[in-house]
């Protein structure tokens, strides 16, 4: 039964606009992620999310990202000004340790 | 970024024997380290997970061993299913952060 649940599975979107990826967990965490895999390379950290504040961010988490949860469930992670380097699968992951459980991902492609 | 390195692209085992993937690492303040698998259009699931003051530990078919002194970790899986055909992933965790550094994964064939 899948933990993390990702909203939309796949999302197009013209080069300098705005994105925002959806994960929603099933049961309860107090750890959150993002990491993303660019096609033909390794899974990447951007963020770690803990108490509605970012703990740990990794240098691709520029000023272009930002996370949040507005309604203390939904954890989003917001692209701004969308690049073409940003089309990847984005994850969301929950739990400790890194982020036991991740989403299906979404697969964002910019053109 | 090759803190973690899995230096074996791909493999191939017959149904019913044992799978063996190996990953290697560089970073002395790992501290936590997981194995994934990835099927296409989905994302990492979890397998099995090691502490460094362990050597090994055993879930199921799985079994991870980890080798401080040379920095390196294997997953044996046994026996292996041709369901488990699949992209194998290795993580590893500091323990001050709390990013997870991947390796580039390794595609299992499993072949009936």
């Known amino acids: 039964e899948p933990e993390v649940t990702q909203t939309p599975s796949h999302q197009v979107t013209q080069m300098g606009q705005e994105v925002i990826l959806r994960c929603v967990p099933i049961?309860?965490?107090?750890?959150f992620y993002w990491y993303r895999q660019i096609l033909g390379q390794k899974v990447e950290f951007l963020v770690s999310?803990?108490?509605?504040?970012?703990?740990?961010k990794s240098e691709i988490f520029d000023d272009q990202f930002s996370v949040e949860r507005p309604d203390g469930s939904n954890f989003t992670l917001k692209i701004r000004s969308t690049k073409l380097e940003d089309s990847a699968m984005y994850f969301c992951?929950?739990?400790?340790?890194?982020?036991?459980?991740f989403g299906q991902g979404t697969r964002l492609t910019v053109v | 970024d090759q803190q973690v390195k899995q230096n074996s692209p791909s493999l191939s085992v017959q149904e019913g024997r044992i799978s063996i993937l190996n990953c290697d690492y560089t970073?002395?303040?790992?501290?936590?380290f997981l194995w994934y698998k990835k099927y296409p259009a989905e994302g990492p699931t979890f397998l099995i997970s090691?502490?460094?003051?362990?050597d090994k530990n055993e879930d199921g078919r799985f079994t991870v061993f980890l080798n401080k002194s040379a920095k390196h970790l294997s997953l044996h899986m046994v026996p292996s299913q041709p369901g488990d055909s699949a992209v194998y992933f290795c993580?590893?965790?500091?323990?001050?952060?709390?990013?997870?550094?991947f390796g580039e994964g390794t595609q299992l064939t499993v072949n009936p």
């Open positions: 999310f803990y108490n509605n504040e970012i703990s740990e």
């Open positions: 993580a590893a965790k500091e323990t001050s952060g709390s990013r997870l550094t």
């Open positions: 090691i502490s460094s003051i362990k």
């Open positions: 970073n002395s303040m790992f501290d936590y």
């Open positions: 992951a929950m739990g400790g340790n890194g982020g036991a459980f």
């Open positions: 049961s309860n965490h107090l750890y």
